[in-house]
């Protein structure tokens, strides 16, 4: 590994470039199908639904507990492609990096995009590397696109959803946000709060062929909350969720209570919300809830007919209507 | 189109990200596979050999004469796959946008972006947005990821490169880094030097089943010398060009000269380098003078046997050892 940081002229295509290429991110990420010398990589795609997405990764700070944003840009892209029911199998990786920005904290990063990579069963076949200067990019940001294969028959997506039909979350929700958000403020509380970010492929794949199951989505930026509006306004129906049956960890309730944050509305990077049919909700509970991280699963509330909007029943009985996110609470949280 | 200013807000996941997705990015970029509702694309691919790439793009200034970063973050990707030999079908888009942006401006690119990929043929089938503080990512960046459909028959591929191939230029070189420079900088110098950004896909899809073409390549960052660079540390072969073929238009050699830059060392963003058997070379040079911008492409040196460097015969017939670009003459330019 170099030592020292990143010049402007790691940027330029020459010999700094290739330096960086080869000794940071091709060191990390060999595979057969990453060559360095070529202009686009070849793959083999198995049979099946070709699904393609992308995601970029500006998380402060760079580093917190339980991921970094490595680790972050490598799940957030898998896990957008596991909810459609689709097995990862390429990344590309863009770095936009600032001058100045130590080696080693870079090739950190780039280690650990390669073993989350490897853990996610995906290979990142082809990248690019910009430098900018110094104060803009506060690091590095990271662009991943991906691409994964769905089999056919499984059908995942926003217009199979039907009144009468619940929401399944995989598991509590907040770490991710509250985690980050220790890590950036000095506020003293640390505990042993560490965010969720993960792959959510073991619980996408153990349902995602179930009769009973309409669709899924990660409640990444804007929480749950917001993937509810993103149903409520896609199919016109209303969203009822039971307050009390929403899994929230109590240091993640706490933090909360003392910051004035809603858990509802925070970001998590390692959970699914499914919409299932009634009949299948007992089933597919039971299988994430063997998971490793899904014992906390619960049925969070349903689908119906009304007021295209989302409501919660309080602890206390009454009704909150849970508005769309305008203003930002916590920037940056991937 | 909203009016004003981009906000931290737009990129929370909310109401506000909702609009600017909806009304910038869909508005101009729709098409049958991009769905806003959906984690990610399905896609439908054609046979043949699948290749998959990706470029970031941070140019300074966001419009210069013959583009602006939304074109160049096409045609970078585009062109990746199509000096690959494939035909690009799909993109995926990131925006890193900072707080304060205009909405004009950030409509201007992406409609720019749309126009570009329609004129190239593929689609934006997927992206996201982010959005950073005041004083980082200095307006915009890009990223694009590409997918691009390759012929069974075609193989480029810089191992096929031989002693005796001929190098090739697809016209003048240095006008993209220099009409850059010129926009970024108030030299008072201005004239009618325009960008050469543009799909170098008519000049592969000409070329690229020709048995007697062995490699390509667009010589962007560090330009045609840095190409050169590539091919003799991967074959162990020596580049040997010819300084007076090398097409370089007056006013780039005159902004050159005064300003003390190489335009063998200046990236373009429309032109191909390929390499091919001595005996092809009037063939395919007659194919790329019959197209538009093609009529300076020109027949600019051989690879032999020897001491694995680049160098250059200049116009008196000295040789000039043309070394791997170190520091960065020029940032910024893609």
Redesign the interface.
């Known amino acids: 590994m170099p030592t020292g940081h990143i010049t402007?002229?790691h940027?330029?295509?020459?010999?700094?470039?290739?330096e960086l290429i080869a000794e940071v991110f091709a060191n990390h990420l060999a595979n057969p199908e990453l060559d360095i010398?070529?202009?686009?990589?070849?793959?083999?795609?198995p049979p099946g639904?070709?699904?393609?997405?992308?995601?970029?990764?500006?998380v402060q700070p760079l580093e917190f507990p339980g991921g970094n944003i490595g680790s972050l840009a490598v799940h957030g892209t898998c896990n957008?492609?596991a909810?459609?029911g689709?097995d990862p199998l390429?990344l590309?990786?863009?770095?936009?990096i600032e001058e100045g920005m130590s080696f080693e904290l870079l090739d950190r990063l780039v280690k650990s995009i390669a073993t989350t990579a490897k853990s996610c069963g995906v290979k990142v076949?082809?990248?690019?590397?910009?430098?900018?200067?110094r104060?803009?990019?506060?690091g590095v940001?990271f662009?991943t696109?991906?691409?994964?294969i769905?089999q056919p028959e499984v059908s995942i997506?926003?217009a199979n959803i039907k009144p009468d039909d619940h929401i399944l979350i995989s598991g509590p929700i907040g770490d991710h946000g509250v985690a980050v958000m220790l890590a950036r403020e000095a506020f003293g509380m640390r505990g042993d709060l560490k965010s969720d970010a993960a792959s959510v492929l073991p619980f996408t794949r153990a349902v995602r062929q179930h009769p009973g199951l309409h669709f899924m989505?990660?409640p990444?930026?804007?929480?749950v909350v917001?993937v509810c509006?993103?149903i409520a306004?896609?199919t016109g129906l209303q969203i009822q969720l039971d307050g009390p049956s929403i899994p929230v960890r109590e240091p993640v309730k706490a933090v909360c209570e003392i910051l004035g944050y809603d858990p509802l509305y925070l970001?998590c990077e390692g959970r699914v919300v499914a919409i299932v049919e009634a009949s299948s909700v007992n089933e597919i509970l039971s299988q994430w809830r063997a998971l490793p991280e899904g014992e906390l699963a619960a049925d969070i509330g349903t689908i119906s007919q009304g007021v295209p909007r989302v409501q919660m029943k309080t602890e206390l009985g009454g009704i909150r209507i849970l508005e769309?996110?305008?203003?930002?609470?916590l920037?940056?949280i991937c």
Chains 1, 2 share one sequence.
């Not at 940027?11 to 290739?18: F, P, V």
């Not at 104060?135 to 506060?138: F, L, T, V």
């Not at 769309?324 to 609470?329: K, Q, R």
């Open positions: 402007l002229a940027g330029n295509g020459g010999r700094y470039m290739r010398d070529a202009d686009a990589a070849l793959i083999n795609l639904k070709v699904l393609f997405t992308t995601d970029g990764f500006i957008d492609l909810v459609c689709a390429y590309t990786l863009n770095a936009f076949v082809a990248g690019d590397t910009k430098v900018l200067p104060g803009e990019a506060s940001y662009a696109a991906g691409i994964g769905c997506k926003i989505r990660d990444t930026r804007g929480g917001t509006h993103e306004l896609a970001a769309e996110l305008e203003d930002d609470p920037p940056r």
